[in-house]
């Protein structure tokens, strides 16, 4: 893929705590693609904010990137300083995160943010920040936006904290937005405007968008390109129809199984995965999923499987995905 | 469907919060929280509540089981009201009502064992000693899915679901004939989720318990109600079968509320109603219909009079003017 905006190659995170090493990224690759919206789903835990921190450089203390390549317009950002990042942190690649309140400066107004934001990284004087400031809160659909320039942020809704929020990170219109569960602290009718909203910026502005999230129906409506994580690996990428219509992952069809679907609204039960998510601490090389799977294999527990190809653009990292485990399957040479 | 008795019948019933503005006389408000709402909860249903946040669900919620005061209104459970009554006389009520909470971190005292915290309302009740708390304690860990070892653990030692069936036998301890739930699920992961909800249905089974159960996840509330109510700024807008409420929605609210659920399997041809504004502050609430403000339908007599919940079809009411006629 030439037209990939980023490219990551076998990135390794670890945080080094007190009681050991917590793997929370093991050996995951991808890319994501000019223009596109890519999904990341899994449950707290595995792994997926972890990924969007590496990228922003913004790993706290105990954390490190340990391994791997994070190629963005062909320069490593894996191995740049802090104080270079800085100059691609809100500049190029910029993210919204899960909690407006807790992002944004209480003593600060809106406006006065987003302004220091494109002073700091463009050479331009006061009043010009300030116009821009004007057009980006229009932008992200903040009502009256002229008097709202001088609010403080306790002053705003929780919704349009957020949008708030997206002005920011758009300031010096960045080409990648990461959004860190940008709706889950959102109610749904607010969260069906800002969806809307995430949605226009890409067509408006060809942002590449990467949103992270546990909602897989908030995935289904807003990507194009999904990625299954799951105790800190990836389990399954597809296009994002072929996800929910042909999941190839047993991790991936125990989640779907467990959502109720609305629209039948059957009352029959639900089908969950049983156990609990693994514990990163301790070290285990075999699929981090193989001690909830129905279909565990002696295979899984001695290591994790490759990503395999199971149709146009759908990759699945399942030793069941694998032809020879398939072929000695049916011959029943395997347990 | 068995014969429908009545459990809990509740009416007008009101929570303001007094909110101080400004100095001297006058200067009092009150977020009207919950503000005249009606309904009736039958035995042995799940009756769930949703709503946006700042909807007046979780106050419904605390109201009934008395940890707010009730400002105005009656709440009859099993025919006698418990609006008013002291602490000692509610005492025999709080073993019939019992609660799970949101949050399983905070829900639970962190300095006391498993045992000790299921045991507490055993203990306050004076329904068990000795012997036999123990023995009840272990068939409540066991009712729950958690085992016997886990009686001495502390809370920290356990995830977020296993905290959260720890205050469910908490709750079951008493053997209440009612519970709400309040949001007990929306604090876990996905996968958890499934199994909490498949518990819950489980007791509620085996010990024919009623269910109130407030979320604002739409589509887990469908799966577990038997019958839904909806709120917005504090009052109900709507209440039906669940079936019907999802296909038949009558309230513009319902509707565009229902509409914005992201939905994996969604039929392409549904278009989302996409709500203009947020919602009003429930210290002065707009008179007349509280939707109107956001409402694409609203017209003069909605700004003027506030519409009140009828019943439009049997068993499903609704608070709308545009069904009057």
Redesign the interface.
């Known amino acids: 893929m030439n037209d990939a905006i980023l490219k990551i190659n076998n990135l390794e995170i670890s945080f080094y705590t007190h009681v050991g090493e917590v793997r929370a990224v093991r050996d995951v690759s991808f890319s994501v693609k000019k223009g596109e919206i890519l999904g990341i789903v899994g449950?707290?835990g595995s792994g997926k904010s972890t990924v969007l921190l590496g990228i922003m450089g913004l790993l706290q203390h105990p954390g490190k990137i340990k391994a791997g390549e994070i190629i963005f317009e062909g320069e490593n950002l894996a191995v740049k300083s802090n104080k270079e990042m800085q100059h691609i942190r809100g500049k190029k690649i910029s993210m919204i995160f899960q909690d407006p309140m807790s992002s944004l400066n209480p003593v600060f107004t809106v406006g006065n943010q987003i302004a220091e934001t494109i002073m700091t990284h463009e050479h331009v004087s006061r009043k010009d920040a300030n116009k821009r400031v004007l057009e980006l809160l229009e932008l992200v659909r903040i009502?009256s936006a002229k008097s709202r320039i001088n609010c403080y942020p306790h002053e705003f809704?929780?919704?349009?904290r957020q949008r708030a929020m997206i002005a920011l990170a758009l300031a010096c219109s960045p080409q990648m937005l990461l959004a860190d569960e940008p709706t889950t602290a959102l109610?749904?009718?607010?969260?069906?405007?800002m969806?809307?909203l995430l949605r226009d910026i890409r067509k408006e502005l060809d942002t590449t968008i990467i949103l992270v999230t546990?909602?897989?129906?908030?995935?289904?409506?807003m990507c194009d390109y999904v990625q299954v994580m799951y105790g800190g690996r990836l389990m399954e990428e597809a296009v994002c129809r072929d996800i929910?219509d042909a999941p190839g992952h047993p991790y991936t069809k125990?989640?779907?199984r467990?959502?109720?679907?609305?629209?039948k609204?059957s009352?029959e039960?639900?089908?969950?995965?049983?156990g609990?998510?693994p514990d990163l601490i301790t070290p285990f090389d075999g699929c981090p999923f193989a001690f909830r799977c129905p279909s565990t294999m002696n295979l899984c527990m001695e290591g994790a499987s490759q990503e395999w190809e199971i149709g146009e653009k759908h990759r699945c990292a399942c030793h069941l995905c694998n032809p020879q485990v398939q072929a000695l399957l049916k011959e029943g040479g395997i347990e | 469907m068995m014969e429908k008795k009545e459990l809990l019948k509740v009416n007008g019933l009101k929570k303001y919060f007094p909110v101080k503005k400004g100095f001297g006389k006058g200067s009092m408000q009150y977020v009207k929280a919950v503000d005249n709402v009606n309904f009736t909860i039958y035995k042995g249903e799940t009756f769930g509540l949703v709503g946006?946040?700042g909807c007046g669900k979780s106050t419904t919620g605390r109201t009934l089981i008395r940890l707010y005061d009730v400002t105005e209104g009656e709440i009859l459970f099993e025919g006698t009201d418990i609006s008013r009554m002291r602490e000692r006389e509610l005492l025999p009520y709080r073993k019939k009502m019992q609660m799970i909470f949101q949050d399983p971190y905070s829900s639970l005292n962190a300095r006391m064992t498993v045992s000790d915290i299921i045991g507490e309302p055993l203990d306050i009740h004076r329904l068990a000693s000795g012997k036999e708390r123990q023995d009840r304690i272990a068939k409540l860990l066991e009712d729950v899915g958690l085992k016997q070892e886990h009686a001495n653990r502390y809370p920290h030692e356990f995830?977020g679901?296993?905290r959260q069936r720890v205050g469910i036998a908490r709750a079951l301890a008493v053997n209440p004939e009612f519970i709400i739930c309040d949001e007990p699920i929306s604090a876990l992961?996905?996968?958890?989720?499934?199994?909490v909800?498949?518990m819950l249905?489980d007791i509620q089974e085996q010990y024919g318990i009623t269910y109130l159960f407030i979320a604002?996840d739409?589509?887990?509330v469908?799966?577990i109600s038997d019958r839904i109510g909806v709120m917005y700024l504090g009052q109900l807008v709507e209440i039906a079968e669940?079936?019907e409420l999802?296909?038949n929605p009558q309230h513009p609210y319902t509707q565009?509320?229902l509409s914005?659920?992201?939905?994996?399997?969604?039929?392409k041809e549904k278009s989302?109603i996409?709500?203009e504004?947020?919602v009003p502050s429930p210290i002065n609430p707009p008179k007349g219909c509280r939707f109107a403000s956001r409402c694409k339908y609203a017209s003069d007599i909605c700004r003027e009079a506030e519409p009140e919940l009828k019943e439009i079809e049997k068993g499903h009411f609704c608070a709308c003017h545009l069904n009057e006629k």
């Open positions: 449950e707290s009502p809704s929780g919704g349009m109610d749904v009718t607010i969260q069906a405007q969806m809307d546990h909602d897989l129906g908030v995935v289904s409506e929910f125990g989640l779907l467990s959502i109720p679907n609305v629209k609204g009352r039960r639900l089908k969950p995965i049983e609990s998510p | 946006e946040s995830s679901g296993q992961d996905v996968s958890i989720q499934a199994q909800v498949n249905e604002h739409l589509s887990m469908r799966h669940s079936d999802y296909e565009a509320l914005a659920i992201p939905d994996p399997y969604k039929d989302r996409m709500l504004g947020e």
